[in-house]
């Protein structure tokens, strides 16, 4: 079974940027949509993006316009969120999911980012 | 703003049976929404449970079904065990690429 694999703990100041990464375990569902979701600490779940790895076409929820870019790397199937203009709100577990079904069916553990000064 | 609402939380006992839901602040939930739903234990990622309103996931104890149910998504447990107590949440399309989370119902089983 596939996994999703991401990159490690991040401590970041107030106001730097902060990349996550996530790729599955093996070379496969290299066309399924990848969805990154957050969750503050005692907080419930909040979809942040959404990227077709065909075409790179990404949607993005509206409170993160601007400082939230995600993309792929087709060489590596790697995936990519890149989120600027940290501040303290942002400190949270960041998990990236696969879709098979038109839903969020696989998960990474997850990645937790700290933004604190 | 359009939001997605779940009950805070729920409380059931041992065997009986509950039912989550899922609305939204304006206009109904339909097949179109894409309804997913998630458990979730302290510490872990999400898991999920049912996809396309109503299948469940590899996996999934048939106890758990997805359903609409008049303008909002479903979620029941028939016969909870005390290993469901956990914070479910569900997730629709809203369009556009764009996806919504409900805030999680936490449930507790006692």
């Known amino acids: 079974q596939v996994r999703l694999v991401q990159s490690g703990a991040e401590v970041k100041k107030p106001g730097a940027s902060v990349r996550v990464s996530c790729r599955a375990s093996?070379?496969?569902?290299?066309?399924?949509?990848r969805h990154w979701v957050r969750q503050a600490p005692g907080q419930g779940l909040e979809w942040m993006a959404v990227?077709?790895?065909?075409?790179?076409?990404?949607a993005y929820a509206q409170k993160f316009q601007g400082r939230l870019t995600v993309t792929r790397d087709t060489t590596t199937s790697t995936f990519y969120m890149d989120l600027g203009s940290l501040r303290s709100e942002d400190t949270a577990i960041y998990y990236c999911?696969?879709?098979?079904?038109?839903?969020?069916?696989?998960w990474g553990p997850g990645t937790v980012v700290i933004v604190s000064s | 703003q359009t939001v997605v609402t779940q009950e805070p939380s729920f409380s059931v006992s041992p065997g009986g049976t509950v039912t989550l839901t899922c609305a939204l602040s304006?206009?109904?939930?339909?097949?179109?929404?894409?309804v997913s739903w998630y458990q979730q234990t302290p510490g872990q990622a999400p898991r999920t449970l049912i996809y396309?309103?109503?299948t469940r996931s590899s996996g999934v104890p048939d106890r758990f079904s997805g359903s609409i149910l008049g303008n909002r998504a479903a979620l029941t447990i028939t016969g909870a065990q005390v290993d469901d107590e956990s914070d479910y949440y569900c997730?629709?399309?809203?369009?556009?690429?764009?996806?919504?989370f409900g805030g999680g119902t936490k449930l507790t089983v006692l």
């Open positions: 999911s696969l879709s098979l079904n038109n839903a969020f069916d696989i």
């Open positions: 093996r070379n496969t569902f290299t066309t399924n949509f």
């Open positions: 990227i077709n790895p065909t075409d790179g076409s990404t």
């Open positions: 304006s206009g109904s939930v339909s097949t179109n929404s894409y």
């Open positions: 396309g309103t109503n």
């Open positions: 997730v629709l399309y809203m369009g556009s690429g764009i996806w919504l």
